[in-house]
């Protein structure tokens, strides 16, 4: 890379504000682009790529400290101009939007129809749906309403050879073609740059009720949430917080851990889930203190897991048991919030014990799960290794990169492997 | 291959799976040349293979020899997915139909691609859970054939369709080895998401030898309704109005007339003979919730034109009036010696129109075409009814297949919903994709199948002809088929 100075590195100059904001681990890009259509930012990419230097892609930058640091960060490709609502007819319950719209812009026009998209994933103000497609961020809902991938119908995406291919459709059941979304929800921007999406949609449900309940020993709490998870009348909504994660999601209680349960519905489907979830979690050995959420608490929760903090942010996968083992691990001082329906768990360390923290998670899982760094100061992250091992068909995945992106134009050595 | 490669090849493997599980003979092969679609095509032997590890070594000796390879489940593909158009091997996975595991504390069941949709259910059921995707050959089409389409059914209106439900894969790939995919137990991963990719990937890119699916209590009520409308115009639009006033129902089914003749004539559920479309409606929830949730639904339905709603009584009313529309396609053998069904989908507020235009279509052609489908999706079956007998007919009838399937291309949709683009429907995918699209697909498709052997001729365009097969040299009972073989066909 000591040729760097010399090479011509195409795009717009940058402020230094832009900069510093699309910087990612510590690396500033040199030039920036902010695409307008589909076809630009192909071409974009294409001219990285002819030049020979190295992007990142830029939606809200909610997620951009997930992942390597990149082996190097020549231009910034902002999707910043790629925030239209390009259709939305609510009784098909589907929309097409530009990959840069923030989704709480697009939750608020949909929500003028009596409609939502299931997704609450954090910092909804700034996160964009190509970002959370990119990152495959989720939220508290999740065990309920699936994934980002079940509500992906169809994709536009520009790639680095200066094309845009499609794949899917508008519609919300279409097998024709390979299912080329999967592909792109989760890769980190590592295969092409996502420029407009079709999503599913759905009705606002009628009725809504919180359930604050708190536990003196973590084994009781995760037997509740056990229950809940696999009962017909699941939550849409579910949390397990320890007293320091409660506190800052904004509960000032003495409560040594605690089962946030969301429920949503039709109104009578509301009443007897409210009736069982009690019934659930008094004889599991809970009590339900709440049953009212102060003002912003869900929303606080929600965010919890992208606040920047000083600290390592740890994010762990795996089974509905492996969860269980995962919190376990984390011992009773861990700072945790995991969402037990999911299998999922977002904690945070102190620099200093986050490596012993990682390698006890990653025991408690085993091969079934994954533990991942979420954020930490970049010259811990190579000793961290954030990925974790290599997924199984990893030399697929290699090859996928290669036939996409042949010169290593996108976010360089950022995804899992090195990829 | 000439009959010495032939024999060399059912050689080898006979070597891997024992001699009663190869074979190449001429005569016993012809069992594996047809599926659920009209075409046909001869493998040049067939292995069914009892493990994943036999399977691997079946993939690496055909990647060897450069012999293209079929897996085959139930063999109910209605788009010639598992015809073995470019000859070799078929892989049959009759053998291999195991449930492996069920873990009901993790929500997942682990099966071999040959267990039965239906089977599985049926085995979750006294434990209180399901498999939720039902399609309606759901007594004969396999897992492992669900995931090659992706396969709805019914029910894909609430609960998505395979590819949601599926969270692991083991798939033998052309290298000869066997890996496993995706987050099997937990709901994400780490990594490119693979098992998304294979899911619909009609067996193109890899095989598979093990599945992950989620599994689901079942829910404690459903509530079916019957609504009769005058017209199809009056039905389709009862479907937006249910969705439109934030109901969220399990299912939604259309038949017309024709359909209707067919299916009670087979089935005597008690579809009136005299409506114009009937509409099939199914909510589940706790008890209090699908009952208040089939008033309203009934109060919608009748709001918008219905002429009189139905509510199934009992669990064996709701029997009958799915196994009437389960078996809607098998009993169309009492209107035609032979039928031809599409799968396009429309926004589901462009089911007047289309359903419009298909009925010029059957006017100014002369064909009848029934209408029996999922219509809270807007996937469309029409059922163009015509005799493979009579010279011409089926040339006619493919040509008024392409004619719908660009109709819905046009009007936004797709060209299949669930039952995959295989070799019918091949050419047809420039409908909805440009060859940037297909390019990028082919790209990924040569990253798992470097040689292309992995059911070769499918889901891509060849922009060839497509093959018309002479009509069948068959005799043919007059009359209606005999109610077993109704109740097992798709």
């Known amino acids: 890379m000591g040729l760097k100075t010399q090479r011509r590195i195409p795009g717009k100059q940058i402020s230094v504000e832009d900069q510093r904001r699309f910087g990612v681990d510590g690396l500033l890009p040199s030039k920036a682009m902010y695409p307008a259509s589909p076809e630009e930012a192909a071409q974009s990419l294409q001219v990285c790529a002819e030049a020979g230097v190295t992007a990142v892609i830029h939606g809200g930058g909610t997620q951009i400290g997930l992942g390597n640091p990149p082996r190097s960060y020549d231009v910034a490709v902002s ?19 530009q990959a840069g719209m923030r989704i709480q812009v697009l939750q608020e026009t949909l929500a003028k129809k009596g409609q939502r998209l299931p997704l609450d994933p954090p910092l909804p103000g700034r996160a964009t749906l190509g970002g959370i497609l ?12 699936g994934t980002v991938r079940d509500w992906v119908v169809g994709i536009a995406v520009a790639y680095p050879t200066g094309k845009v291919a499609r794949a899917g459709g508008k519609v919300v059941k279409n097998v024709a073609g390979y299912d080329l979304m999967k592909l792109h929800i989760g890769a980190l921007g590592t295969l092409g740059l996502i420029a407009e999406v079709n999503l599913k949609v759905q009705t606002l449900p009628e009725a809504a009720a919180t359930l604050l309940a708190h536990f003196e020993n973590v084994s009781d709490a995760l037997e509740a949430a056990r229950q809940l998870a696999r009962s017909y009348l699941a939550p849409a909504s579910l949390a397990l917080l320890d007293r320091k994660t409660l506190w800052e999601c904004g509960v000032t209680a003495d409560w040594h851990w605690t089962l946030a349960v969301g429920l949503e519905g039709y109104a009578r489907e509301v009443k007897a889930a409210q009736t069982q979830t009690s019934g659930v979690i008094r004889s599991a050995g809970g009590r339900i203190d709440a049953l009212e959420a102060p003002p912003g608490f869900w929303e606080r929760t929600r965010d919890w897991p992208a606040a920047e903090t000083d600290q390592v942010g740890l994010h762990g996968m795996s089974s509905l048991t492996g ?11 861990a700072r945790l919030l995991a969402h037990p329906a999911a299998g999922e768990v977002h904690l945070r360390v102190p620099i200093g014990t986050a490596e012993l923290m990682l390698w006890r998670l990653r025991q408690a899982t085993g091969e079934e799960g994954r533990v991942i760094v979420r954020s930490a100061p970049a010259e811990m992250k190579v000793a961290l290794n954030v990925w974790g091992p290599p997924p199984p068909g990893f030399p697929l995945m290699q090859g996928l990169k290669r036939a996409l992106d042949p010169k290593t134009t996108l976010n360089p050595g950022r995804f899992v492997g090195g990829i | 291959l000439d009959q010495a490669a032939r024999d060399h090849l059912a050689a080898r493997l006979k070597a891997v799976v024992g001699p009663k599980y190869a074979f190449a003979d001429r005569y ?57 158009v470019a000859g070799g091997v078929v892989v049959a996975f009759n053998r291999m139909n195991r449930i492996l595991e069920v873990d009901l504390e993790n929500l997942r069941a682990v099966v071999e691609p040959g267990v039965v949709n239906l089977a599985l259910s049926q085995h979750l059921r006294p434990l209180g859970f399901y498999y939720v995707p039902d399609p309606s050959s759901q007594g004969a089409c396999t897992i492992g054939g669900n995931v090659g389409t992706n396969a709805g059914g019914p029910h894909t209106l609430l609960y998505g369709v395979t590819v949601n439900h599926v969270t692991g894969l083991e798939v033998a790939l052309p290298s000869g080895e066997l890996i496993q995919v995706g987050p099997k137990k937990a709901a994400i991963s780490t990594g490119y998401d693979l098992t998304g990719l294979l899911v619909g990937s009609e067996g193109t890119m890899a095989v598979a030898t093990k599945i992950w699916v989620k599994i689901a209590p079942v829910p404690p009520a459903s509530k079916t309704l019957l609504a009769i409308y005058q017209d199809v115009r009056t039905a389709s639009n009862a479907v937006s109005a249910v969705v439109g006033k934030g109901i969220l129902p399990a299912a939604i089914e259309m038949m017309d007339n024709l359909s209707i ?24 929830g706790i008890p209090a919730v699908a009952e208040d949730l089939a008033q309203r639904m009934s109060d919608v339905c009748r709001e918008y034109g219905a002429t009189e709603v139905r509510v199934a009584k009992d669990e064996a009313e709701r029997q009958a009036l799915w196994k009437g529309r389960k078996g809607a396609f098998s009993a169309m053998g009492r209107l035609s010696p032979d039928f ?14 289309t359903l419009e235009a298909i009925a010029r279509i059957s006017e100014r052609t002369g064909f009848k075409i029934c209408n ?6 807007g996937n469309l079956h029409p059922l163009v009814l015509f005799d493979s007998f009579k010279p011409g007919q089926y040339e006619q009838v493919l040509k008024i297949g392409d004619e719908i399937l660009k109709l819905c291309a046009d009007l936004g949709g797709s060209i299949t919903g669930e039952h995959g683009v295989g070799l019918e429907k091949r050419e047809n995918i420039r409908f909805v994709f440009s060859q940037d699209d297909l390019d990028v697909m082919d790209q990924v498709r040569r990253v798992f199948d470097p040689l292309k052997l992995m059911n070769p001729g499918k889901l891509f365009p060849t922009d060839g002809q497509r093959a018309v097969p002479a009509p069948p040299a068959r005799s043919r009972r007059v009359g209606a088929p005999a109610p077993e073989e109704e109740a097992i066909w798709v």
């Open chain 1, 79 to 97: 999707t910043a101009r790629l925030d239209q609502l390009l259709e939305y007819e609510p009784a098909d319950l589907t929309c097409r939007v």
């Open chain 1, 134 to 145: 990119a990152a495959n961020t989720n939220g508290l809902n999740a065990g309920r309403y």
């Open chain 1, 323 to 333: 969860l269980a083992s995962m919190v376990r691990a984390a011992g009773p001082e």
């Open chain 2, 28 to 84: 016993e092969v012809r069992l594996y040349q047809y599926d659920a679609s009209p075409e046909t095509a001869l493998p040049d032997a067939v292995v069914i293979p009892g493990s994943a590890q036999e399977v691997a070594v079946v993939v690496k000796i055909c990647a060897e020899m450069g012999v293209p390879l079929v897996a085959r489940c139930g063999s109910s593909s209605l788009a010639g997915g598992t015809v073995p």
């Open chain 2, 261 to 284: 003749q067919a299916v009670e004539a087979a089935s005597h559920a008690g579809y009136p003979l005299d409506a114009g479309a009937v509409l099939l409606l199914e909510v589940d």
């Open chain 2, 340 to 353: 031809y069904v599409m799968d396009g989908v429309v926004p589901r507020t462009k089911l007047p129109e």
């Open chain 2, 372 to 377: 029996v489908f999922h219509a809270g999706d």
